[in-house]
């Protein structure tokens, strides 16, 4: 029954992926990677991740696609893509991406994982929930970095409104 | 339980089709959502590792990959913006003015 829903959950995701590489129109293709990341999102429910799995469905698919959007209705119709130059460059691309997947198979088949196993077994988090020892994880050893993040969010604001705006 | 080498695949899938978007796609849009793909596709493989040696570590370096793509995506698509309006276009083999 689990390995059914991650296998059909999984296919959704390929789908969506394969998908935004594909499809002509830029729309479609922001569409289709919606698709991804809510079918991501049912993948990190299964792997007992809730907090992950409701933060990428409202910041991914949420509002960075609704980003996404404004910009390819922004451009309209010329920001498509023009004639292609070099011939060899899809067959190029396709082979070395066989090559890394091969790759990325041939190491992930051999189960290695090095760490040693954390404190937060099923049986922890299910008695005082995802989300509270998600946070609590973050404002305890990860406090640091999730202030930094707040600075690299403001130089994004900053950075956005500077390269966007037409005269300051 | 399923394997979490069935999760490192699946994320080894998804970073490898969001690779080839990047190679083969000429317009900076798309080429962008092909990034999207990518750090999606690690998140994946975080979350499982961690889901996999019981530790929250990897759900914590997810939330802080999140914050670094919103902040990515809206420096990149200010950027496509201000070369659409100089250049007129997106795709990215026309925009060669530093080419040699």
Known sequence: MELALFLSVGAIAILGAVGVVTLRNAVHSALSLITNMVALAVLFLMLNAQFVAIVQIIVYAGAVMVLFLFVIMLLGEKAQEGQERRPGQRVFAVALGALLLAEIIYVAQFNLLPGLPGKATPEVVARSGNVQLVGRFLFSEYVFPFEVTSVLLLVAIVGAVVLAKRKL | ?100
Not at chain 2, 13 to 36: D, H, K, P, Q, Y
Not at chain 2, 59 to 76: D, F
């Open chain 2, 1 to 100: 339980m399923i394997p979490v080498s069935y999760y490192l695949i699946l994320g080894g899938i998804l970073f490898t089709i969001g690779t080839v978007g990047i190679l083969v796609r000429r317009n900076a849009l798309i080429i962008f959502m092909s990034i999207e793909v990518m750090l999606n596709a690690v998140n994946l493989t975080f979350v499982a590792a961690g889901r996999y040696l019981n530790s929250l570590d990897g759900q914590a370096i997810v939330l802080l990959v999140l914050t670094v793509a919103a902040a990515e995506v809206a420096v990149g698509l200010a950027l496509i913006v201000a070369i659409f309006r100089g250049r007129g276009t997106t795709d990215v083999d026309e925009v060669n003015l530093l080419k040699w």
